[in-house]
C-alpha cells in the first residue's frame, strides 16, 4: 500500500534557484538561508521517498489569461524546466509517476474534487526550486513528481478550508493504491511578500511564525482553515496567498502531527523564506 510518511513545506523564490545555479549558495546573503536547509538534505536522502506530490501553482509559465485551472494535477511522463525569460534552469526533468497520478486523479474526481488533468507541460520555479533547495544539485532528481497545481495568481483562489479538505482527499487516495509507495506532499509557495504596487517588500515576520505555529501543531486545523484571503492579502502582502497551498499538505498528513524541522529567514529577494519538515503523527 502507498503511504504518505512525510510532509514538507517551502518558500520558492526564484533567486533561489538563481543563486544556486550560479554558485552563490555560499555568498553572505545567501548563506544562512540555505543553512536552514542543511538538515532536510540529510534528513532526505535517508528517507528516500519514491514519490512526491508536489503542490505548488504556476507563475504564466504553463498557464496564462487563457485558461486558469483551481486544481490542476500532472498524470505525464515527464516536465521540462520552463523557460521563464532568461532560459529554462540547469536542472533535470522532471520525472512523474502516471500510475499514480491517474488514481489520484480518479480517486479525487470521484471524490467530488473536480481536478484538471495535465498530460503535457513545463514547469517553473514554484516547483523546481522546491526540489532544487531539498536536494541540492543531483544530475537527475531522487525521486518521481505528482505535480499539483493550485491557482493563486489570479482572484479567485480556492480557500483554505477548500486546501485543507483536498488535502485530505489526497491522503484517501494514496492510501488506496496497491504498490508499496513511500509518498512525501510538499506545499510550497510564501511566506509574507508582496511584489507590486505601494507595500512592494512588505514582510510580516510575527504573522508568519504565529502561522508556523498553527502548521506545526497537531489539531484539525480549524485556525488555519479560518484563515480568509482578505487576511493573507492584508497581513502578508498579495503573494502572501501562496500559503494556502500549505494547507493541502498539512490537510494530508491528519490531525496528529509531530514537527521534526523548522526553518525561517528573512530576506530572500522580496520574501520571507519558511520550512517545514512534518511527519504524520498516527
Ligand atoms: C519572488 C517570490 C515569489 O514567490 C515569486 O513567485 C517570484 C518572485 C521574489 O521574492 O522575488
Ligand atoms: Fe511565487
Known amino acids: ?11 520558492h523564490v526564484p533567486a533561489i534557484g538563481a543563486a544556486m545555479d550560479l554558485k552563490k549558495t555560499a555568498e553572505p546573503y545567501w548563506q544562512p538561508l540555505f543553512a536552514g536547509y542543511d538538515w532536510s538534505r540529510q534528513w532526505i536522502a535517508q528517507e528516500k521517498p519514491d514519490v512526491v506530490i508536489l503542490v505548488y501553482n504556476d507563475h504564466a509559465s504553463a498557464f496564462d489569461m487563457k485558461i486558469i485551472p483551481t486544481f490542476a494535477i500532472g498524470c505525464g511522463e515527464r516536465y ?8 529554462p534552469r540547469p536542472v533535470p526533468d522532471v520525472i512523474g509517476e502516471p500510475d499514480l497520478a491517474w488514481h489520484i486523479a480518479q480517486s479525487l474526481i ?4 473536480d481536478m484538471t ?9 514554484g516547483l523546481t526550486v522546491p526540489l532544487s533547495l531539498m536536494f541540492g544539485q543531483p544530475d537527475a532528481w531522487p525521486c518521481r513528481v505528482i505535480p499539483v497545481a493550485v491557482n493563486v495568481v489570479t482572484y479567485p483562489p480556492p480557500s483554505g478550508n477548500r486546501c485543507w479538505r483536498l488535502g485530505e482527499a489526497i491522503a484517501r487516495a494514496v492510501e ?10 510538499w506545499g510550497t509557495g510564501g511566506m509574507s511578500h508582496q511584489l507590486q ?3 512592494a517588500g512588505l514582510i510580516n515576520a510575527e504573522w508568519d511564525n504565529r502561522f508556523l505555529d498553527l502548521m506545526s501543531q497537531s489539531d484539525d486545523g480549524e485556525a488555519l482553515r479560518a484563515i480568509e484571503h482578505i487576511e ?4 502578508t502582502g498579495s503573494e502572501g496567498i501562496e500559503m494556502v497551498m500549505w494547507l493541502i499538505m498539512r490537510g494530508a498528513l491528519g490531525d496528529k502531527v509531530r514537527p521534526l524541522h523548522r526553518h525561517y529567514h528573512v530576506p530572500a529577494s522580496n520574501t520571507a523564506v519558511g520550512h517545514l519538515v512534518l511527519e504524520p503523527a498516527r
Do not use: C
Open 1 to 11: 500500500m502507498a503511504r504518505i510518511t512525510a510532509g514538507v513545506a517551502t518558500s
Open 80 to 87: 521540462k524546466p520552463a523557460d521563464e525569460g532568461w532560459g
Open 110 to 113: 470521484l471524490d467530488e474534487f
Open 117 to 125: 488533468i495535465i498530460n503535457e507541460m513545463d514547469v517553473d520555479h
Open 176 to 185: 488506496s493504491f496497491p504498490e508499496d509507495l513511500n509518498v512525501q506532499i
Open 197 to 199: 504596487g505601494p507595500r
Open 232 to 235: 493573507y492579502l492584508r497581513e
